[in-house]
Nanobody
């Protein structure tokens, strides 16, 4: 499985961005899709995740503001980010786990939020 993240950029506080992760390869083997982020000087943290069958889960700090979604064929999954705050600034990584519990990461896309 190969992942390609896109959609990052500079946005003013309160604004919105939509990140996208293109999924190539053995898409049918993917069970879990997620977005993580890593801010400067901090550890990588889970932002949102979803599986093929379960409802999405969100970190408390993005609940009500971010939405994770995917297309039916799993060619792509997205993270819609609304009401962005300066503390949301980070490199965002897309991630999937396949049915054999192998992890795959995208290359990251930078989100900058101005105050």
């Amino acid at each position: 499985v190969q992942l390609q993240a896109s959609g990052g950029g500079l946005v003013q506080g309160g604004g919105s961005l939509r990140l996208s992760c293109a999924v190539r390869g053995s898409r049918n083997s993917v069970n879990i899709m997620a977005w993580y982020r890593q801010a400067a000087g901090k550890e990588r943290e889970l932002v949102a995740r979803m599986s093929r069958t379960d409802r999405p889960d969100y970190a408390d700090f993005v609940k009500g503001r971010f939405i994770i979604s995917r297309d039916n064929a799993l060619t792509r999954f997205s993270l819609e980010m609304n009401s962005l705050k300066p503390e949301d600034a980070a490199i965002y990584y897309c991630y999937v786990q396949d049915r054999w519990l192998k992890d795959y990461w995208g290359q990251g896309t930078l989100v900058t939020v101005s105050s």
